[in-house]
């Protein structure tokens, strides 16, 4: 894609930034006229507006055009909006007095009610056009899928394969083909999965060489580098990793803001948790909680909570990818992610943490260390409510993407990262394919 269509793009998301600013002051402005006869104050409304917008696109994304689908852009865009809009409409109730006339009030909130809904509207429609331009910019670049058929997981493979069918022009090849750099030259993309270190170096080079996009399947240690510092070694270049664990300063701070958030977060949420307890007694008069076995750092087993989505007698046997186990009550709280809400006592009690790696069964974990020997670096810290394998994953996100995600996250491990995935897991709830696999 040329300089032209990203111009193009980002002139789009410019527009749609403007466009979401200028409706919330205007409408505001309809039945506040402090803010519209003040210069100050209007000033104030438009610069809190911009300030706190950037500062929720840091957050869920800049309206990423191109690299994520299309309706996780949406879903990003409308809720980095409403969430601004909120701020902004609370800071404007307060400083202009609004609160206390409470005919003006009332229209002020339906105004406010409206304009959501305006911009909902203008956040589909140019999102939209910012993929429809993407899409046409990029249609003549096509993709060499180049994989390990000994090795890849059968799942990425079958996904490559799904995705060069849907594509002409796009194409899967083994690295061992002889042909393979020749082949290459042909595309403008080149995906590597899971290719043996050393080939995949050399390719690299390669690609990079001839200008290619290239795009790869991490491995422990490319976590490792992508995390690490660089430092000067007297006059040379040298790439830094000490971080193994978290620091007892890290830790305090991490366990005080567990038990804030999920004080918060519980008294928040107790309407949905008592809601989700009467649906379950509702639908079977079964027990409202499901413990199970998991583990947390190192390895350490605790009894997790959940709320019972699965016929009362079954729930213990493992999960299937079809499963008629699963109650009414069930689906509608697995869907939205309800189940996980008496997690909160766990991370209250100390066994959990609000952000990390998702626990596992004790009955699978030794399963998984056995393929991934590594898998053992995800218990340098307890066991998350969310964190990056359950918001950028799906249930059936195979193990070893799963366990590169939390080794991602451990390594670039701070206080506003762990504030950042956890408004992040809003997004989750949205999406169709999140509970995919159960």
Request: with cysteine; net charge positive.
């Amino acid at each position: 894609m040329n300089d032209f269509w990203r111009f193009l793009i980002g002139l789009v998301k410019l527009t749609l930034f403007v466009l979401v600013a200028g409706t919330f002051y205007a409408f505001q402005a309809i039945y506040n006229p402090a803010i519209r006869a003040d210069i100050k104050s209007a000033a104030m409304t438009i610069g809190i507006f911009i300030v706190v917008h950037i500062m929720f696109m840091a957050i869920y994304g800049g309206y990423d055009i191109g690299k994520k689908s299309k309706k996780n852009v949406q879903n990003s865009a409308i809720i980095i909006t409403w969430l601004t809009d909120l701020v902004a409409f609370v800071w404007i109730c307060v400083s202009t007095k609004v609160v206390t006339d409470w005919g003006m009030f009332f229209s002020c909130v339906g105004m406010f009610l409206f304009t959501l809904v305006v911009q909902g509207v203008l956040a589909l429609l140019l999102i939209r056009l910012g993929f429809e331009i993407y899409y046409y910019a990029t249609r003549n670049s096509h993709t060499i899928y180049v994989v390990n058929r000994d090795t890849d997981q059968p799942k990425m493979l079958d996904n490559i394969k799904a995705r060069a069918a849907q594509i002409p022009g796009d194409k899967v090849v083994s690295y061992t083909d002889p042909s393979l750099r020749e082949q290459i030259e042909k595309f403008d993309n080149v995906f590597l999965s899971d290719i043996p270190t050393e080939q995949r170096r050399k390719l690299i080079e390669y690609c990079y060489g001839r200008g290619k996009n290239i795009l790869f399947t991490p491995e422990i240690s490319d976590i490792v580098e992508v995390t690490s510092e660089y430092r000067m070694f007297g006059d040379a270049l040298i790439f830094a990793s000490a971080k193994t664990e978290l620091t007892i300063a890290e830790r305090f701070l991490k366990r005080a803001f567990d038990i804030f958030g999920a004080s918060i977060l519980l008294i928040l949420t107790l309407p949905l948790f008592l809601l989700s307890a009467l649906l379950i007694k509702l639908d079977d008069h079964g027990k409202v909680f499901f413990t199970q076995l998991r583990a947390t750092k190192g390895g350490k087993p605790f009894k997790i909570y959940k709320f019972r989505t699965m016929i009362e007698s079954e729930a213990t046997k493992p999960m299937q990818e079809t499963d008629n186990r699963v109650t009414r009550a069930g689906k509608i709280l697995r869907a939205t992610r309800l189940d996980e809400l008496p997690q909160f006592l766990n991370i209250l009690g100390g066994s959990m943490s609000l952000v990390g790696p998702r626990p596992e069964q004790l009955v699978y974990l030794h399963g998984f260390e056995g393929n991934y020997p590594e898998y053992e670096y995800r218990l340098r810290v307890k066991a998350g409510l969310t964190g990056f394998a359950q918001i950028e994953g799906k249930y059936n996100t195979t193990n070893k993407e799963k366990l590169m995600l939390d080794l991602m996250y451990i390594q670039s491990y701070s206080l506003w990262l762990d504030l950042k995935l956890l408004l992040q897991t809003v997004l989750v709830m949205l999406k169709e394919d999140s509970t995919e696999g159960f």
